[in-house]
């Protein structure tokens, strides 16, 4: 992890204005992307188990196991045909079989539902089981109680949380886009009350906060509250122009103890709010990757490698342009 950060400090990133520039869909991969891309997920494929999961550190939780098929997925691989067809199919089992058929709750912790979610969301359609609509439905009403019952229009850790957090509550909103982009009704109030949380929780410097109204925002929350403006087509408010400069002057921020973590919301942030930003922080990640995967094809981090490699895959995914929720 500390040779990452380090690389990354060296680096350094660039600044840019917010009008739209830069790479368009359709231009052209980075040539160096594939062969590492290819390499992670081969990784995954050779260490995933008979139960769709993974043995490492948060491997077998179905938020980490979600993620890891969705980094198959934003790369085109095709989840009925392809070569990892019953890789997906596997992992796609393992988090239905995780989910509480009575409430819909999958796992022990809104995030590892939320991120469930969303790759619920992003296969429906595309994959041939009749499986997972019911269980997408399912997540999703849950996800849409919680916040109804909740004081602050938000999500916290657990379906019936009084307060709420600005980390838990981004794999909310995503996941609820991602389930409105695959075709469910999702009410316009739960995205407008999830843009109003944001808002309120900006620090005096535009920073997302974590929960309450006090404290500082740094640049991992940042990104997920920039985010959540840029999925909303909110470029303009006040709100979304404070959360995105604040992103833009932190991008090199080195402190966080979770870089994968951070990365996989920084590229998305960065290439929702601004193409020529995310162009030029994206060829410089992408030396970043390149230069710290394993020989296995591995990243690790505090997460272990089963989360790491999948979110620094997804880190660099936005450059395929496949998935719904990766398109602007």
């Not at 290819?38 to 938020?63: I, M, S, V």
């Not at 085109?76 to 596997?90: A, S």
């Not at 916040?147 to 981004?170: E, K």
Request: hydrophobic share 35%; aromatic share 12%.
């Amino acid at each position: 992890m500390k040779k990452i950060l380090l690389m990354i400090c060296c680096f350094g990133f660039i600044q840019a204005q917010r009008p739209l520039s830069g790479l368009q869909v359709g231009s052209d991969i980075p040539p160096e992307l594939e062969a590492v891309y290819q390499k992670g997920l081969t990784y995954l494929a050779t260490t995933q188990t008979a139960n769709g999961n993974w043995e490492d550190n948060y491997g077998r939780q179905p938020g980490v196991v979600g993620i890891a098929m969705l980094a198959f997925l934003a790369s085109g691989e095709d989840p009925n045909y392809g070569p990892y067809r019953l890789l997906l199919q596997r992992g796609t089992d393992y988090i239905i079989s995780q989910q509480d058929q009575r409430t819909g709750y999958i796992g022990t912790s809104m995030y590892n539902h939320g991120f469930a979610t969303l790759a619920l969301a992003e296969l429906y359609g595309h994959v041939q089981s009749e499986k997972i609509g019911p269980a997408l439905k399912k997540a999703v009403d849950l996800i849409l109680v919680s916040q109804q019952n909740n004081p602050f229009g938000a999500w916290r850790y657990t379906p019936v949380s009084n307060d709420a957090d600005t980390t838990a509550s981004g794999a909310q909103v995503v996941a609820l886009l991602a389930a409105k982009n695959a075709g469910l009704s999702i009410p316009e109030k739960a995205l407008s009350q999830s843009a109003t949380y944001y808002a309120g929780m900006l620090d005096g410097s535009g920073g997302i906060m974590y929960s309450g109204n006090n404290g500082s925002g740094n640049a991992t929350r940042t990104a997920i509250g920039s985010l959540v403006f840029s999925l909303q087509n909110d470029y303009s408010s006040k709100a979304s122009r404070r959360t995105f400069e604040n992103l833009r002057s932190s991008m090199d921020e080195t402190s966080s103890s979770y870089p994968y973590y951070h990365f996989y919301y920084l590229a998305q942030a960065l290439f929702q709010g601004d193409m020529g930003v995310w162009e030029g922080w994206n060829r410089k990640i992408l030396r970043v990757f390149e230069a710290t995967q394993s020989e296995d094809g591995s990243w690790n981090g505090r997460h272990g490698a089963s989360f790491s490699t999948s979110a620094a895959l997804l880190s660099m995914a936005l450059n395929f342009r496949l998935m719904p929720i990766y398109e602007r």
